[in-house]
């Protein structure tokens, strides 16, 4: 841990010095605007101008030409950006899961990822996005298009998606409290583990949003119903299924997703809270429940930025059947999670300090619940508006992991860099 630390710090003091670079990822492209315009703080959080650009569709345009004529309005090119990730990840316990035994280093396209993404506007009620990798698991993994109609300030329209790993907040979601792993404070998911049953706490984004330890970033297919204002909030009522992308098990689309934020303005902070509700009974996993009721706060403190991120979670037992989101399914699973970032150096570097409270789902053999905690510290420094560089250290603690003769993941320490362009 120490060596990791002196050598991000090393890297941070020749960065001070690197030349300055503009952020051009795919909807820069579109729009003309550097990242930090949609952008709080670092990428990916969003600010109350990426919240509009999005609640419009992916449809807002700059300074690039357009194609038009007769009901057609079109950029002139279509965006692609490129997303890629290198860095190292040390884990406690022994695990086959990484290529070096309990360290592995990552680069793009052999353990880090090398993504394509494309889209933007069809029209100027339409948009699309979609992402493809490029590397070992070469394909689409994600695609949603959105058809969002103006109605006064606000929008409202059908969103129809799919993804292998997102989940159906993956249709629509603008806070960033891990509602969707798009939108989180932690850079890195930690990859000491593969699946939810290797993973079951979620890894780092798991320490502060409670929706990611209930593991409902799962594959997803389906259509939303969707209203949002920028300025007021948003609901999303979507029918989905726990399919992947390019299957054909979601043709009933069984399971109900319904998402109400609200937004407000308060002494001088951008807030927002809301719940998320997932019911039904899955083709191919069972039933699926869980309820997340969230809440963040961004603003500035002493001219630097701040962001809080809380939420509550709770996935219930189901008695004679198996609850999707809680795979140990003797009691309730639930949690509290609560992450702060203050922008020590604005726009440029942030520390990080979250926390979990949780209970497993699971019992010992006296009937009590496994306590299932975490604590976690992390660092992010911006070389460029789309090279950040971010250092994440979770432990995990309770009786969750006390119980487990060689607890894999007990303590992870992530070092990553993410660069898009």
Request: hydrophobic share 45%.
């Amino acid at each position: 841990m120490k060596k990791i630390v002196l050598s991000i710090a090393a890297v941070m003091a020749a960065a001070a010095f690197a030349p300055e670079a503009s952020a051009v990822p795919v909807f820069a492209r579109q729009t003309g605007m550097a990242c930090s315009a949609c952008h709080f703080q670092h990428f990916p959080l969003l600010n109350g101008f990426g919240r509009a650009f999005k609640s419009a569709g992916f449809t807002m345009m700059g300074a690039q030409g357009k194609v038009e004529g007769e009901h057609l309005d079109i950029p002139a090119n279509l965006n692609f950006g490129i997303l890629t990730t290198t860095g190292t990840e040390s884990v406690s316990g022994a695990t086959g899961n990484l290529k070096g035994g309990n360290s592995a280093w990552f680069v793009p396209a052999s353990g880090g990822e090398l993504s394509m993404f494309y889209g933007g506007r069809i029209a100027e009620f339409a948009g699309f996005l979609s992402e493809m990798g490029l590397g070992k698991t070469a394909g689409t993994g994600a695609a949603k298009l959105a058809l969002m109609f103006p109605v006064g300030d606000a929008r409202v329209g059908v969103v129809a998606h799919t993804s292998n790993g997102q989940g159906v907040a993956y249709s629509f979601e603008t806070l960033n409290t891990g509602a969707v792993n798009t939108h989180k404070m932690t850079a890195l998911n930690g990859n000491f583990a593969a699946g939810a049953s290797s993973n079951p706490n979620g890894g780092h984004t798991g320490v502060y949003s409670a929706s990611q330890y209930l593991r409902t970033n799962t594959a997803a297919t389906g259509l939303s119903l969707v209203a949002s204002n920028p300025n007021l909030g948003f609901i999303n009522v979507g029918k989905y299924d726990i399919a992947g992308v390019g299957t054909s098990t979601a043709g009933s689309l069984p399971l109900t997703y319904v998402r109400v934020a609200g937004l407000m303005e308060a002494g001088g902070f951008d807030m927002g809270a809301g719940i998320q509700s997932f019911s039904g009974a899955s083709q191919l996993l069972g039933e699926v429940k869980a309820t997340v009721i969230d809440f963040q706060a961004q603003g500035e403190v002493s001219g630097l930025g701040l962001g809080v991120y809380a939420s509550y979670g709770t996935a219930p037992a189901i008695i004679g059947s198996l609850n999707a989101l809680n795979a140990n399914n003797a009691v309730t699973r639930s949690t509290f999670n609560i992450g702060a970032e203050l922008g020590v150096i604005p726009g440029i570097a942030t520390v990080q300090l979250a926390f979990r409270n949780a209970n497993s789902g699971a019992v010992d053999a006296v009937g009590a619940k496994l306590t299932d905690n975490a604590i976690q510290v992390g660092a992010t420094y911006e070389l460029a508006q789309n090279i950040e560089l971010s250092l994440t250290h979770s432990a995990q603690s309770g009786t969750a992991w006390s119980t487990l003769a060689a607890p894999v993941g007990k303590t992870v320490t992530s070092l990553m860099m993410e660069a898009l362009f």
